[in-house]
């Protein structure tokens, strides 16, 4: 039966237009299930009389029919087991009945405040009004608080108790009574969603029964003084018992958590409770990150008890180490058999001290991923296979640059690390990738005259225009004027072994080449002589000025304590835009990196970090693209055109490490983050910008000593929910904290030194973009591809060495303590998947410890999930040469032969990825999970009304056209896309154009700019160029010819068929 909502029933905020409604009776339930996990923690539920509204974020609706007359109520159930049970639902649903008699009530008194308060938060009342939330503001009981992604609140109670909450956090007051002068009452509070840190206060310590919090996964008796808490909206959770006890129960019994740190996971409401073991203080402050400016004393304990437990840890180390050297000595006496030997005192007193305190500073910075290299703009922000990663390296540095920081008070920083040698294994061997070990789609580019190549690599585009993605790589020689930079070609083979030497007039560009007006592009400090930057970092960045060919960033933060970073001109190498204005040890170009096109203007935009600027302040410079000629010189003391973003205090060295990250924020513009490792005694610190230089949010270390910060990669959606992701990297040598999704999880690797890791884009084409990390294991260097999930987990060797959750590779012959570049280079060989680049500069081909380099080159592949559709094989419902169609939900298509047409078969779930030709994707739902149709022009073919405004905007890429096909008879299909679909599309297409076509006058197309109203009077052209100009970073021109209105921004241009009436309108 048709649901038709009551006069009374508040309309969702959120809620753009009405979507598909299911009606489910409450009549003899005692369980309802819904059909998406949406309608549990992130719906938005209201009362409809006696029914039960629920509205999922995609805008479908559940309606509960009869829910408010069940006696009792059911349970809420939704497919990854988070339940809405009655006591829920009156937590967080009134009807306007009630609020209309709450607004009438007068004798309400406060029985809490906002003490603190970070970023975006809302309190609505229970008489429905709704206020930001400000230091000071007084909480109410039936009061509900909610946050945003980087929002934090901590509220304090009357009696005490405290409540801080953060990550999208949404949380109600169901009661809340005291009675000061017993100092007794009750405390019930619901969490639907968000990170939690709740402290007890006098009811507590009166009576633990008296305070409970439920949840949609189970709920939690208070019997202790701290408990935190991470409720995901998908179902998942943990509890964690910071001191005291608790009991935590569901559906399916409960458990009591007593120990410090002790751990609980829980799956579902219904499901058994899994105990995770008590874990590190440490692992708990990366988890409560977020919480840290709101409740410091919370976040300062658990950094003290990390501290601590490290001391702990290196004593307990060390008496180990020194009870094993004694056990080795007495059997080496007990096997000299009696005979005499020489001791030499002095000699075994300089063996037995501990190791020289070494202290590795990063280095150049090998830059951050971009999807777009036409216009730099990393809207995929991992970049699928149209659109190249940088090297980003994540992993210990490369040794020279700032000065080495003194060693913090009682801190002991092992520098280089260990060599592998640790209790823990990594695991037998993976895909051998040493070189001429001949595995199938691995190729090793190397040198001979000591060169060091692969000391950084970058991802470049199609720099020949050949349909197949190349990438650039430099060396790393001691020798003047020995620094080259290289282009790698990509090609169908995959095949791209070889010296670089014999490679100069194939497809690798050298100084060589160039110098023989062979090559396209040239890196030199002194263009008139020839003379390469020393230990260069290098970033591909995509058009700068408009000419229609990708220009490079590089960046000469080590050659002089100066430093300078210049633009280099794809088309005329010999001109480059400089930096001046620069003083001594500022360290201009330390890092560089892409960040796409930050002002929607159509041309790429950079960052160069400067950490040495003011006593190591720190600072990073933002140049953003123009047309115009690559020539000239910036000077950042007087009339800088770019932005200045600056470090807070001497010391915390803002700039070490800068990166690209897509639209981090969704608002349609590309951001970006900037590293302080020097932060806080070395603590370290991460800062997001949104494009204006306004800050997004700040991420911090938790031990004095990591140096947080100090590398950065951009590694794509790694989680799958349309926003960017990323790994920063740490001191601390094998630790680096995966950010997806808002939230932080823990790669540790047990003791063995983290050599290097970066994004490497779809390396499996699941839809997912995934990273690799490269772990030292003695002479050993095992390097994991992780896959990409859409529940992200902490990672340790174990996880690691799981083959569904990583790929293995391994490289026998590494040297001790050196570093590791990696790198997606993208589709390289135009089969569909993303490849990588592994950069070993260390490698040594003629054994005279000189270091001649390599580039190892992994093409991606079929691993970790084996749900593949290719033409003719297996899954394809469709037998046709050149058709690839599914054939069930959640199937990954892959164009392997470089011009297949994809048909999702009316099929949800699906990822599509096109290779290196022409390709067509026939679309039926909006139920896909990616779309990237590659390299080549690539065509959505459309025949059913779609709504692209409910899905985020950046799960469609590399597409070219859009083609609505409507019968001839009508009526024909209605397409709505908003101004952020576009721009999307515009940054990600291989033209820098997007057509959309019309096969007849059937078909409509509506366009969304997203604000409130409607002033659009006359839906034609200039109406059209008015929306645009909501998200454009300049002015909007108009033109026609050739059947279609054209639209132009900057490098952008949006071609609509005008031959056909066209619907344009305003969509709320």
């Known amino acids: 039966m048709a649901h038709t909502p009551h006069g009374d029933l508040p309309q969702s905020e959120n809620s753009q237009q009405e979507g598909p409604v299911e009606v489910i009776s409450a009549e003899g339930q005692s369980l309802v299930e819904v059909p998406g996990n949406g309608f549990i923690s992130n719906a938005d539920m209201s009362r409809d009389g006696n029914d039960l509204v629920l509205e999922s974020p995609d805008g479908a609706t559940v309606v509960v029919e009869g829910y408010f007359l069940a006696d009792p109520a059911p349970a809420i159930e939704s497919p990854d087991g988070g339940v809405l049970t009655p006591q829920l639902v009156d937590s967080f649903v009134r009807s306007p009945a009630q609020f209309a008699a709450n607004s009438s009530a007068t004798d309400e008194s406060p029985v809490g405040a906002i003490e603190e308060v970070k970023g975006e938060a809302t309190v609505t009342h229970a008489d429905g009004t709704s206020d930001p939330v400000t230091i000071g503001t007084p909480v109410y009981q039936g009061d509900i608080i909610e946050t945003s992604g980087e929002g934090a609140v901590n509220i304090v109670f009357i009696d005490e108790t405290s409540m801080a909450i953060s990550e999208n956090a949404r949380m109600a007051v169901d009661e809340y009574k005291f009675d000061s002068s017993t100092e007794s009452g009750a405390t019930n509070l619901s969490v639907l969603r968000g990170v939690f840190v709740f402290t007890s206060g006098l009811i507590g310590r009166d009576d633990p029964d008296d305070v409970q919090i439920d949840t949609p996964v189970g709920s939690i008796g208070i019997r202790g003084t701290i408990i935190a808490g991470h409720i995901n909206a998908g179902g998942e959770s943990e509890i964690t018992v910071i001191e005291g006890a608790i009991v935590v129960k569901n559906g399916s019994g409960e458990h009591t958590l007593s120990v410090q740190f002790e751990t609980v996971k829980l799956n579902g409401f219904n499901n058994a409770i899994e105990d995770l073991g008590v874990l590190k203080a440490q692992d708990i402050g990366g988890r409560f990150g977020s919480l840290s400016d709101v409740a410091p004393t919370f976040y300062n304990a658990i950094q003290d008890t990390a501290k601590e437990q490290g001391h702990n840890e290196e004593a307990a180390n060390a008496e180990a180490d020194a009870e094993a050297q004694a056990d080795a000595d007495t059997e080496a006496q007990t096997e000299d058999n009696g005979q005499d030997t020489f001791e030499d005192p002095q000699a075994e007193e300089i063996m037995m001290k501990d190791p020289v305190f070494h202290q590795d500073v990063q280095g150049a910075k090998e830059p951050a991923p971009m999807a777009d290299m036409r216009h730099g703009d990393p809207a995929r922000e991992g970049g699928k296979n149209h659109g190249p990663l940088p090297g980003t390296h994540m992993g210990p540095p490369h040794g020279e640059g700032l000065p080495p920081p003194p060693p913090p008070p009682s801190v002991i920083n092992n520098g280089g690390g260990s060599s592998g040698s640790s209790s823990s294994s990594t695991g037998t061997p993976g895909l051998d990738l040493t070189n001429g070990a001949g595995s199938p789609g691995v190729s090793h580019i190397v040198d001979n005259i000591n060169n060091q190549i692969g000391h950084s690599i970058s991802a470049v585009g199609d720099a020949n225009n050949d349909g197949y993605a190349d990438f650039m790589f430099t060396n790393n020689s001691t020798a003047a004027g020995e620094n080259h930079s290289y282009i790698m070609y990509g090609n169908s083979s995959g095949n791209l072994s070889g010296l670089v030497s014999t490679l100069n007039d194939t497809n690798i560009v050298s100084f060589a080449d160039v110098d023989a007006d062979q090559g396209e592009l040239a890196i030199f400090a002194n263009p008139s002589t020839g003379t390469g930057f020393d230990h260069a970092a290098i970033s591909g960045i995509g058009d700068f000025n408009g000419d229609g060919v990708n220009d490079y960033l590089v960046g000469q933060g080590q050659n002089n304590a100066t430093g300078n970073a210049f633009i280099v001109s794809g088309d005329n190498p010999v001109n480059s835009i400089a930096l001046g204005g620069l003083n001594p040890a500022d360290l201009a170009g330390h890092s560089v990196s892409a960040i796409g096109d930050i002002d929607n203007d159509g041309y790429a935009d950079v960052i160069i970090g400067a950490p ?264 394809d419902a469709n037998g046709g040469a050149g058709n690839v169609s599914a054939s069930a939900n959640s199937q990954h298509l892959v164009d392997m032969s470089g011009s297949d047409n994809f048909s999702d078969n009316g099929f949800a779930g699906l990822s599509f990825r096109g290779g290196h030709g022409d390709n067509e994707i026939f679309l039926s739902n909006t139920l896909f999970q990616d779309i990237d149709g590659g390299l080549g022009y690539d065509t959505l073919r459309i025949d059913s009304s779609l709504d692209f405004s409910n899905i985020d905007y950046e799960r469609i890429s590399g597409i070219e056209e859009i083609y609505l096909q409507g019968s001839a008879l009508g009526p024909g299909p209605t397409l709505t896309l908003t101004v952020e679909n576009i721009f999307n599309m515009l940054k990600s297409s291989d033209t820098g154009e997007l057509k959309i076509d019309f096969s007849n006058d059937f078909s409509d197309l509506v366009i969304d700019d997203g604000i409130l109203g409607d002033p659009y009077a006359n839906d034609d052209a200039a109406d059209i160029a008015t929306a645009l100009g909501t998200l454009a970073g300049g002015a909007v021109s108009i033109g026609s010819g050739g059947g279609y209105d054209t639209f132009t921004v900057g490098g952008y241009q949006l071609l609509i068929d005008n031959t056909n009436p066209l619907t344009f309108q305003y969509v709320v």
Request: charge should be negative; glycine fraction near 18%.
């Open 612 to 875: 040495g600027t003011a006593t190591n302040t720190g600072s990073a410079f933002i140049l953003t693209g123009h047309m115009g000629t690559i020539i000239g010189t910036e000077d950042v003391s007087t009339g800088f055109t770019g932005t200045r973003v600056n470090g807070a205090a001497a010391g915390d060295r803002f700039g070490e490490s800068v990166i690209g990250l897509g639209d981090f924020d969704s608002d349609g513009k590309s951001d970006y983050a900037v590293g302080a490792s020097g932060h806080n005694s070395l603590t370290g610190k991460v800062s997001i910008y949104k494009s204006d230089g306004s800050t997004i949010t700040d991420l911090f270390g938790t031990n004095v000593g990591d140096q947080f910060g100090s590398g950065l990669s951009a590694i794509g959606d790694f989680d799958g929910d349309g926003k960017s992701d990323l790994i920063i990297g740490t001191e601390s040598t094998d630790t680096a904290r995966l950010y997806a999704g808002g939230t932080g999880y823990e790669i540790s690797t047990d003791a063995h030194r983290i050599m290097g890791g970066g994004g490497v884009g779809d390396f499996n084409a699941d839809g997912y973009d995934d990273f690799a990390i490269a772990v030292e294991n003695g002479s050993r260097a095992d390097i994991y591809v992780v896959f990409g999930d859409d529940t992200p987990i902490n990672m340790t060797l174990a996880e690691l060495n799981d083959p569904s959750k990583a790929f293995k590779m391994s490289y026998e012959g590494i040297a001790a303590g050196s570093d590791i570049s990696i790198s997606s280079v993208g589709d390289a060989n135009g089969d569909g998947f993303d490849d990588m680049a592994i950069g070993i500069s260390s490698y040594d081909i003629n054994s005279d410890t000189l270091g001649d380099g390599q580039v190892i080159v992994v093409n991606g592949r079929e691993v970790g999930n084996t749900n593949y559709v290719r033409d003719g094989y297996g899954l």
